[in-house]
């Protein structure tokens, strides 16, 4: 097992130089120069041959660019992005708390998705093509099927504004959770339910079911061999879960107004704010190459034949 993890490990670092070798190009694939963009940001209102030469001699932009890149990849490991074009604030200082805001939401929502989604999965193929099972598939199809913003839209207007139960914006309190995770939670547990209903039948049509049986061994014992053997399948998907949700909340975070990362990189890519732009690529990218990475690392773990193929 130990070298199984070092080698899943070894091979996650160039995919990581990779991704940051890409993200840092972002400021280049603009038509303008970069000491342009830095300036319009900054929105100076007359904008000259000579300042944009002083503010490339600045920054630093006049200087080869693999030697730029190296040096920005050696800040970002010390957490160091630079600083905001706008506010001239370090990024971190503003990434920072709005990567824990988010973060918050992100783990709630998918403690709710994993839960929600190994329920309702259980139920359904426990009851594969009853009633219940198809009920709760259709209205799974027809939640996930629905936009996110306009189901947002309408649980603010009911819940908030017609009822007056639970707050329209920001997180000042733990009830201003239950509207943005329950839209996020009924988007991807209509979906990852599925997975788990397809595996707890595909389980329960096994062999050692049916000489579990044989053998006179009760049916309670059987199913939490089931639930257990369904759930090593499904254990990737969840761990991907999380990194999956992390990207997504940016609909999310500026319908409820939360003051996360996707609605600071919103903020950033209208005003050209390309530090934080490449900082929050960078961090979506790593917690997603770091998740796949945990999340073979725990399925081997579980399953010693994933060692083997490696």
């Not at 219940?132 to 207007?157: E, H, Q």
């Not at 999380?242 to 890519?269: C, D, H, Q, Y």
């Not at 579980?302 to 083997?308: A, G, I, S």
Request: hydrophobic share 50%; with cysteine; proline share 5%.
């Amino acid at each position: 097992m130990g070298t199984y993890l070092a080698r899943r490990l070894f091979m996650a670092v160039p995919l990581l130089i990779v991704i940051s070798f890409l993200t840092f190009i972002l400021i280049n694939l603009s038509p303008m120069d970069p000491a342009e963009v830095v300036l319009h940001a900054q929105e100076i209102p007359q904008i000259t041959d000579e300042l944009i030469a002083q503010t490339n001699e600045e920054l630093g932009f006049d200087r080869p660019f693999m030697i730029r890149y190296f040096d920005w990849l050696l800040s970002c490991l010390r957490l160091d992005f630079g600083s905001s074009y706008i506010t001239g604030q370090p990024v971190w200082s503003l990434i920072g708390p709005a990567f824990l805001n988010t973060l918050k939401l992100t783990m709630v929502s998918s403690i709710a998705i994993i839960a929600l989604s190994v329920l309702l999965g259980v139920i359904c193929a426990m009851r594969e093509g009853g009633v219940v099972d198809k009920t709760v598939r259709g209205t799974a199809f027809l939640l996930t099927a629905m936009p996110s913003y306009w189901l947002a839209a309408m649980m603010i207007w009911y819940f908030s504004v017609r009822l007056d139960l639970l707050p329209t914006s920001g997180m000042d309190s733990y009830l201003s959770y239950i509207l943005p995770v329950t839209v996020i939670t009924v988007g991807y547990a209509g979906m990852y339910f599925r997975n788990v209903r397809s595996s707890v039948i595909s389980n329960m049509n096994e062999d050692y079911v049916l000489y579990g049986r044989a053998c006179g061994i009760s049916e309670r014992k059987i199913t939490m061999h089931i639930l257990r053997n369904s759930l090593q399948v499904s254990i990737s998907i969840f761990c991907m879960a999380i990194p999956i949700v992390l990207g997504s909340t940016v609909v999310i975070e500026n319908v409820f107004a939360w003051p996360g990362l996707g609605r600071l990189s919103v903020k950033s890519i209208l005003s050209r704010d390309f530090p934080i732009i490449q900082a929050y690529v960078l961090l979506l990218a790593v917690a997603f190459v770091l998740f796949n990475t945990v999340s073979d690392i725990v399925g081997a773990a579980l399953n010693p034949k994933l060692r083997r193929d490696m």
